[in-house]
């Protein structure tokens, strides 16, 4: 990067410090470091709940998921939306009533110790793996500028990001993210901007989708019904509304942005209005990875996207590589001349000829086929590197397309996106630890600044973990994807336990507790057996907690044993 792109880099980043350290001041017990006095307004919320779930992941992951297997991962969030107005009528009046500091309170009041113990701690490793992969998507950019080691700038991101968190707490937190997710807005209609502005000359956005859709990169819904397919309309719509109750409804993380609220229609407005930008906020941003594609369909593209990967593997199988490059470079070329080609005739005929379209796809299928080839030298050769590509896709069009001092800011955006998230998630996993497990709370007379020194002792020990954590996350593959496989193998159980709490009073905590143990064992044999994809196991979990839970109780009534069930 350029002297102007480290100014603005690193100016972007104290001044949202600063900001947010001067934000936090004035906290004195639990409440205002971890509620932050319960006095946001509904537009706070709002950003909040965005920023915590638009994570550096969303930035540079989503593109390269576009990029490599189209924008059909937008009907993933397909559910949402329905999911947003069954929290705001049951789950937010019941944890403002009950003035909770976690999602998981409610649960001893309902069922006892046990089963608040267990949901907290679900969540809490389901949390904490997921914060540590997060930790991991800004390092990746931090190892890409400096060429450091990927495993120091998991560290450094780290460590900064507990010291930030640790010193701000939820009001911190609340404000910071305010800034962040406004800069972040920009910042993506920016860069798919600079993209379409960078096409060569006579093709434009028209153009570039055409090309994008001809090559399938523009699959926005899929129909067909298949378990396997990890993203369709139903399993978007079905396990899509089951994974964004679990998450927005039990997760603490996300629980703990709307029970900060001034009151229950503050809580909720922020809620619903989430879910009706979230939908389109994802397609702007796996747009920008369709563009992308469509980019460097026309221009000269790397083989490998993840160059510190790409130049290991060389100097391991240096033969190997040349013969792959040498295909890839005649097959670039061609496949280049092909895209122009296909506009061309469009402009000309109207329509291009089939064989035009058959042509580019042809090719690009030997071009990824070649990606792929790379993909698999690189696990086979034993040297430690990091496999995949589709996080690096965006950021390499970043570091070697956009003019001085714009990359400094993207990748600002980049570290405020993680930030924002991972500072929540923190925060989140601090509350749950310290209110569920520890039980500093109003009922065991901890002082106000004992309660303030542990919160920032769980915050610090939780920063340890996920850093640890993020150490293992360089053979994930897709990022985002591998965040919503892991907390699929949770959610379905937890959200199960919470609709059984709420809409089946006569179910007391055993039939629950032992319900929730099989179901969680039964979720991970089925994700282990590949037998279905990971969204639907989010329904399966749910409704076998429900299920089984019944089955338990009408046992125990039909023999009469009175075991609290």
């Given at each position: 990067?350029s ?7 690193l100016?972007t ?8 350290v ?5 906290q ?6 971890l ?15 965005m920023s915590t779930q ?9 593109p ?6 189209g ?6 969030y397909?559910?949402l939306?329905?999911a947003?107005?069954v ?7 019941i944890?403002?009533k ?7 309170e409610?649960?001893e009041?309902r ?9 907290a ?5 389901s949390r ?9 998507a ?10 450091w ?5 998991n ?5 900064l ?9 939820a009001?911190?937190?609340?404000h ?7 800069i972040i807005l ?8 600079l993209?379409?502005k ?13 090309v ?5 990169r523009?699959n926005?819904?899929?129909t067909s ?29 996300q629980?703990?942005r ?5 009151d ?19 397609f702007?941003?796996?747009?920008i990875?369709?563009?992308l594609?469509a ?10 996207f ?11 199988s240096?033969?190997e ?7 890839y ?9 092909q ?11 109207g ?26 030298h ?23 397309v956009?003019?001085?001092?714009l990359?400094?800011?993207l990748f600002?955006?980049?570290f405020?996106?993680?930030w ?12 749950s630890?310290?209110?569920?497990i ?16 542990y ?5 610090v020990?939780?920063?340890i973990f ?13 990022l985002?994807e ?10 379905g ?7 059984v709490?709420?809409y089946?009073?006569?179910?007391k905590?055993n039939?629950?507790?032992?319900a929730?143990?099989i ?5 991970i ?7 279905i994809?990971?969204?639907w196991?989010?329904?399966?979990g ?13 046992i125990q ?7 609290d069930c």
């Amino acid at each position: 990067m350029s002297l102007t792109d480290w100014a603005v880099l690193l100016f972007t980043l104290a001044s949202i410090i600063i900001y947010g350290v001067y934000k936090g001041r004035g906290q004195q017990n639990a409440e205002s470091y971890l509620l932050a006095d319960k006095k946001m307004p509904w537009y706070l919320v709002l950003l909040g709940i965005m920023s915590t779930q638009a994570s550096a992941i969303t930035f540079l992951s989503a593109p390269g998921q576009a990029y490599t297997d189209g924008m059909r991962f937008v009907q993933y969030y397909f559910g949402l939306p329905i999911a947003m107005v069954v929290i705001s009528i049951t789950f937010i009046p019941i944890f403002r009533k009950l003035n909770v500091y976690t999602a998981y309170e409610y649960l001893e009041q309902r069922f006892g110790r046990n089963t608040r113990i267990m949901t907290a701690l679900l969540f809490l490793l389901s949390r904490g793996l997921s914060t540590g992969i997060s930790i991991y998507a800004p390092s990746i950019v931090l190892s890409s500028i400096l060429g450091w080691n990927i495993y120091l700038t998991n560290a450094l991101m780290g460590g900064l990001l507990v010291i930030y968190t640790c010193s701000g707490g939820a009001k911190s937190i609340a404000h910071t993210q305010k800034l962040q997710f406004l800069i972040i807005l920009s910042a993506i209609a920016f860069a798919g901007y600079l993209v379409v502005k960078n096409l060569p000359e006579g093709v434009g956005m028209a153009d570039a989708l055409f090309v994008a859709g001809k090559a399938g990169r523009l699959n926005v819904i899929t129909t067909s019904f298949d378990w396997h397919d990890k993203y369709n309309i139903w399993s978007g719509v079905i396990g899509g509304f089951f994974l964004a109750l679990s998450y927005f409804g039990t997760d603490q993380s996300q629980v703990g942005r709307y029970i900060t609220a001034k009151d229950t229609s503050e809580a909720r407005t922020g809620l619903l209005l989430n879910g009706i930008v979230k939908i389109p906020m994802q397609f702007s941003i796996l747009l920008i990875g369709a563009l992308l594609f469509a980019f460097y369909s026309f221009q000269p593209s790397p083989l490998y996207f993840n160059e510190g990967s790409y130049k290991i593997l060389k100097a391991h199988s240096p033969a190997e590589v040349a013969e792959i490059e040498k295909k890839y470079h005649g097959l670039q070329q061609q496949y280049n001349e092909q895209a122009i080609n296909l506009i061309k005739e469009r402009k000309n005929k109207g329509n291009p000829s089939d064989a035009a379209v058959t042509g580019v796809r042809q090719t690009q299928q030997q071009i990824q086929a070649l990606r792929d080839t790379v993909k698999q030298h690189i696990i086979e050769s034993g040297t430690g590197a990091e496999p995949g590509d589709t996080n690096y896709i965006f950021l390499y069009f970043v570091k070697t397309v956009l003019p001085r001092g714009l990359v400094g800011l993207l990748f600002a955006v980049i570290f405020l996106a993680s930030w924002g998230s991972i500072s929540a998630a923190l925060n989140s996993l601090t509350s749950s630890s310290l209110m569920d497990i520890q039980f500093v709370n109003k009922e065991n007379a901890v002082s106000g600044h004992l309660q303030l020194f542990y919160g920032r002792l769980h915050t610090v020990l939780w920063g340890i973990f996920c850093i640890a954590v993020a150490m293992f996350a360089t053979r994930m593959g897709s990022l985002i994807e591998a965040v919503n496989v892991l907390g699929s193998l949770f959610y379905g159980t937890i959200l199960g336990i919470f609709l059984v709490a709420f809409y089946l009073k006569r179910i007391k905590g055993n039939c629950v507790f032992i319900a929730s143990i099989i179901t969680e064992a039964a979720v991970i044999l089925i994700y282990r057996a590949d037998i279905i994809s990971f969204l639907w196991l989010n329904v399966i979990g749910a409704l076998l907690v429900v299920l089984i839970s019944v089955f338990l109780f009408l046992i125990q009534k039909k023999t009469s044993l009175h075991n609290d069930c």
